[in-house]
């Protein structure tokens, strides 16, 4: 039975390139893999690009109430798959990410799902809540912060100033970049105090 398998880590840890190096191992030996991303995503157009340098085209994109099975069925075609790695994926809807379980088991085509799990106020995205609710197997891809201890959270950096409100997905490199943080130095970066919205989301879930 294919399972679905969530990678998440920090921005910087590697994400891309440890799917396009999946990717590559797959093709090693012979098998077929597909490779998709969301639409919103648009740092490097239809490609799916690593900090190293490498890149290479998604075979599609998915777009805001898109079909993933029907995207997924036309890109197949008439030929086996025998993997689908998707990028990006915590900007999916949550039925999109239904959708990739859905295919795993019923296609019987193992899906790796890469992404990061919190926005830049640490609060959950959409489509990584679901993974992290439904996937088989869930692994942190690590990278460190400046100070050198585990970075955890993404803080989104305008003008050259941290920035702790606003819009949930703003794209690295078009209004905002970000810097990959631990604990201590984002509640450093914060005032010592987490931002209200993820306050208010926390409390909500209780």
């Known amino acids: 039975m294919a399972k679905l398998y969530f990678r998440y880590g920090a921005m910087n840890s590697g994400k891309s390139t440890a799917l396009l190096q999946a990717a590559f191992n797959y093709e090693e030996r012979g098998h077929r893999v597909l490779l998709a991303k969301p639409g919103i995503d648009t740092k490097a157009d239809g ?3 690593s900090r190293l340098g490498v890149s290479r085209e998604a075979d599609f994109l998915i777009g805001s109430g898109a079909d993933v099975h029907e995207l997924f069925a036309l890109a197949r075609g008439s030929e086996p798959v025998h ?3 998707v990028d990006e994926a915590q900007f999916l809807e949550t039925a999109q990410i239904d ?3 859905e295919i795993a088991l019923l296609e019987d085509v193992p899906v790796l799902a890469y992404g990061i ?3 830049f106020q640490t609060v959950a995205f959409p489509g990584s809540r679901r993974l992290l609710e439904i996937a088989h197997s869930i692994e942190e891809l690590k990278t460190i912060c400046r100070c050198g201890r585990k970075a955890l959270f993404n803080a989104r950096i305008e003008n050259g100033r941290f920035v702790f409100s606003g819009e949930q997905v703003v794209i690295d490199g078009t209004e905002a970049g970000y810097e990959s943080l631990c604990g201590n130095c984002y ?3 914060c005032g010592g ?4 919205h993820a306050v208010r989301e926390t409390e909500s879930a209780r």
């Open 47 to 49: 490609a799916i690009s």
């Open 83 to 85: 993997a689908l790695l």
């Open 99 to 101: 959708a990739l379980l």
């Open 117 to 119: 799990r919190t926005d």
């Open 187 to 189: 509640l450093t970066e």
């Open 193 to 196: 105090k987490m931002p209200h």
